[in-house]
């Protein structure tokens, strides 16, 4: 038997990561209450890593993709839309890859409605029908590690072994997940054991 792998893509910019370039630092406090929309470089990444992706399937590089699960966040939505579009496996959004939770993620993710509204083809059965509740400090490092496994593990238990599916979460995410530097757009390629 094989293994199922994790296709991991960080979101791409936003006018989020502009402010963090432009501050230097993370204070968001102009911006907790709503969800950036992707710059439009942020939009021409989500085009490239579609076709990028596409192009590796027909190649033999990546096995084709089964599903694919999304931050609800617009700039990781747009990347699963665009691959939506290039493979046509279904997107199912989940509040469990939004970044690290806090002070400045407090409700910033649109609503329930708005996400059905502006992405009508995406699965919202495991994102909370309210935002996210605020939480007074920044999520601590392990617990977003725990947060991650704990999703890998649910998802992975109704796959096949040799399954492959897309993971979109946001590069503060990957980059504690993986003990690496991760940049906007990033794909990282990932074997879970059986």
Request: include cysteine; charge should be negative.
């Amino acid at each position: 038997m094989g293994n199922t792998r994790i296709l991991f893509i960080a979101s791409v910019q936003s006018y989020f990561d502009l402010l963090i370039e432009e501050q230097g630092k993370y204070i968001f406090t102009d911006i907790s209450t709503h969800d950036p929309e992707p710059t439009l470089e942020g939009a021409s990444q989500a085009e490239h890593i579609a076709k990028t992706i596409h192009t590796h399937i027909k190649k033999d590089i990546y096995k084709p993709i089964s599903k694919i699960y999304s931050s609800p966040l617009k700039r990781a939505l747009v990347v699963a839309i665009e691959l939506e579009k290039k493979l046509h496996a279904p997107v199912y959004a989940s509040d469990d890859l939004i970044g690290r939770l806090g002070t400045f993620y407090a409700n910033i993710r649109s609503s329930y409605d708005d996400i059905k509204h502006e992405y009508p083809t995406v699965n919202l059965n495991s994102i909370n029908s309210t935002t996210i509740p605020w939480q007074p400090e920044q999520e601590k490092e392990k617990f977003v590690i725990k947060r991650i496994n704990e999703f890998l593990e649910r998802i992975t238990e109704n796959l096949n072994p040799h399954d492959t599916v897309a993971v979109i979460t946001h590069p503060d995410v990957l980059t504690l997940y993986t003990g690496r530097t991760v940049r906007c757009g990033e794909i990282l390629y990932y074997d879970i054991p059986e």
